[in-house]
């Protein structure tokens, strides 16, 4: 918590509410800030320069990259690219005249984790609680494949390679079983886990919509992606003091799972989920395909998929634990 506090206060610096000398950053100028729409920006030349990037616009989107990173963001748009990867924004970016804009809120909590991941809030990372959604009388979607059975099987999977690489490993359930949402959370946190990793089946009414989405909590004073009623939370959810992690955990997981399985990227998204806002840790839920998709569907109940799924998060937790492991 401690090592957050200071990490905020010295974007926060950058952001001229202290001197520059608060800043770890790549450029001794501070970053500015503007209000628009009721809330606070950033300019986007002054991120560039923040991360030793190059900043170009081409037609309807604003570039910034360097060796490492290349970040798109759409003007008006509520998502951006981050190598390619989608990611959900908490607000649209924007532009007025030569200059273009994100929220403060995106720079901190959405951009600032992924490009400097080392430096997010250190933590322990020894015990993953894995949570195969739905069980019991609760089928969750229901089509050829039961989306619990899936769930399960995929959990199995990961819960066995993730012992390999020498976590501990424990889960809300290991057989058909149903488990009230608000008992998963307090499990996760009854054996002290480090990470909590929800694994479910999505579906739509449109049989054509296909693809992989994970989510991590909504911050304060933000909405969920999919929200269409505009609400947004002015509460805090325990859920909340992982923010920048949460970003990172889900980067590297959906980031990971997109690369190995080529399926449509529907994005790092932003929710509040039960099982998100009451996570004592780390936390992440992800939709790992659509049963009601024919060819997903048929995907998704082989066996080389649900492994190929649960090698691809696996595969992320490794790649967010060289960042913020601990022992």
Request: include cysteine; charged fraction near 25%; aromatic fraction near 12%.
């Amino acid at each position: 918590m401690f090592r957050y506090f200071f990490l905020v206060l010295a974007i926060l610096g950058c952001m001229g509410f202290l001197s520059p000398a608060a800043c770890s950053a790549a450029d001794s100028e501070k970053i500015r800030y503007t209000s628009a729409m009721g809330r606070k920006y950033v300019y986007l030349r002054d991120v560039a320069r923040y991360y030793n990037m190059r900043y170009y616009v081409w037609n309807d989107r604003v570039v910034l990259y360097n060796n490492d990173f290349k970040l798109t963001f759409f003007p008006q748009k509520k998502y951006a690219l981050v190598n390619n990867i989608k990611l959900g924004l908490l607000f649209a970016s924007y532009s007025s005249g030569p200059n273009s804009f994100i929220s403060d809120k995106d720079f901190l909590l959405t951009i600032d984790p992924l490009i400097r991941a080392n430096a997010m809030p250190q933590h322990r990372l020894k015990l993953i609680m894995i949570d195969p959604g739905h069980g019991g009388k609760d089928n969750g979607g229901k089509f050829r494949y039961r989306e619990k059975d899936i769930a399960l099987r995929i959990a199995n999977q990961l819960s066995n390679m993730l012992r390999k690489k020498g976590f501990t490993v424990a889960m809300t359930r290991t057989s058909d079983q149903f488990i009230e949402l608000t008992q998963r959370s307090k499990l996760c946190r009854d054996i002290g886990a480090d990470m909590f990793i929800s694994i479910h089946c999505n579906s739509a009414s449109n049989p054509e919509v296909s693809g992989i989405e994970t989510f991590c909590l909504a911050p304060f004073g933000t909405s969920s992606t999919n929200s269409t009623s505009g609400f947004v939370a002015e509460h805090r959810e325990d859920g909340n003091r992982y923010d920048p992690n949460n970003m990172g955990l889900a980067y590297e997981i959906h980031k990971s799972l997109i690369t190995r399985t080529k399926t449509i990227d529907r994005g790092i998204k932003r929710a509040r989920f039960m099982v998100l806002k009451n996570a004592p840790c780390p936390a992440v839920l992800i939709e790992t395909g659509f049963l009601s998709n024919k060819t997903e569907e048929m995907q998704m109940g082989s066996d080389w998929y649900q492994n190929l799924i649960a090698q691809s998060i696996a595969d992320g937790v490794m790649n967010y634990s060289r960042d913020v492991s601990r022992k």
